[in-house]
């Protein structure tokens, strides 16, 4: 029994399923796999799925044109604002500390040390604000043409899985199913094996999974870094807020992996991986068993067991405690 594929009714996975697998030999249990797009997709031909693939990729393309001036423009802005802030932070790089501790050391009264630590504390805050208001400009920019980037290199994947999927398609035209799962056999076993590179990856983050953590407070939610991972993994990853997906090409092979991220045993964050694609056809499940995403320990994040929230969000997994949540 094939496990079930979330019904969100998110654009990618809607794009990733008429474009890769409508009348390919495994569309039977394509509905299945995608739960309620089932009956959707099935009214898809291929000239169809083309289209709005084609037209999803230019809209992208679209979107970038027109974000990346105005980031330009930000970015300088950004650059001539901080400058501004350089003194401060010089202070405070420097002698904040030694010229709080004199002021406290030299105030005779008890009232005036109170005083010197009220006034610094509230000149560290009003300047931290300051800093603060500044980044939140910038940082939404950033983010949302680092995600559209994101998007539109993952469109482009399909497409070249789409364009594999033709060429197969054309040297198989009059094959029979088994002639097809034969062809589709010999290219895995010959380009992929046993894809060595997705249990090294998964090793390398559970056995140092601090190492693609960022957490801006000790009461912060972890987060499991999309680029992190991607810097020294073998494998791409793509976390969106619908799923997780993995690509790897080698020789005539190119595979993308689609995955949820979940708890295991109430212990673990797991990345299982519930649909897979070669070349634009679907991987079957018993070869999909064997292909494990990765297992980390909520112990070697947190040091200590107890009830987690896990959460996959665009270029990143949350994790956080649920007792930090109730605060």
Do not use: C
């Not at 035209?173 to 799962?181: K, V």
């Not at 939610?221 to 791409?236: A, F, G, M, T």
Request: aromatic content about 12%; proline content about 3%; glycine content about 4%.
């Amino acid at each position: 029994m094939r496990k079930s594929l979330s019904a969100k009714k998110w654009k990618l996975a809607v794009i990733l399923a008429l474009v890769l697998f409508f009348s390919s030999p495994y569309s039977i249990g394509f509905a299945h796999i995608f739960g309620t797009f089932g009956d959707f997709l099935q009214n898809y031909n291929d000239s169809d799925s083309i289209l709005a693939l084609r037209e999803e990729l230019n809209q992208t393309e679209l979107e970038l044109e027109n974000l990346m001036p105005q980031v330009a423009d930000m970015r300088q802005q950004y650059q001539e604002q901080s400058q501004q802030f350089e003194p401060m932070l010089q202070f405070y790089r420097t002698s904040a500390t030694d010229t709080y501790i004199e002021l406290l050391m030299n105030s005779e009264e008890l009232i005036d040390v109170f005083a010197y630590q009220r006034l610094f504390q509230h000149k560290l805050e009003a300047d931290v604000s300051m800093l603060e208001s500044l980044y939140r400009v910038y940082l939404p920019l950033e983010n949302a043409v680092n995600t559209t980037q994101d998007y539109q290199a993952l469109l482009k994947l399909v497409e070249s899985s789409l364009t594999k999927r033709e060429q197969l398609q054309a040297k198989l035209a009059n094959a029979s199913d088994d002639e097809i799962d034969e062809t589709l056999s010999r290219l895995w076993t010959q380009n992929i094996g046993y894809l060595l590179e997705l249990r090294s990856d998964s090793k390398m983050i559970e056995k140092n999974p601090m190492d693609f953590i960022k957490q801006l407070t000790p009461t912060s939610p972890y987060r499991i870094e999309q680029d992190l991972i991607n810097e020294q993994s073998k494998l791409r990853y793509f976390i969106r807020n619908d799923h997780v997906y993995a690509f790897f090409s080698r020789g005539e092979a190119e595979v993308i992996l689609v995955g949820m991220i979940g708890k295991s045993n109430e212990e673990f964050i797991e990345l299982d991986f519930e649909a897979g694609f070669i070349n634009g056809f679907h991987i079957p499940y018993d070869w999909l068993e064997l292909l494990k995403g990765f297992n980390i320990s909520y112990r070697d994040i947190h040091g200590e067991l107890n009830d987690f929230y896990v959460e996959s969000t665009t270029r990143s997994i949350i994790v956080q405690p649920i007792e930090n949540m109730m605060e």
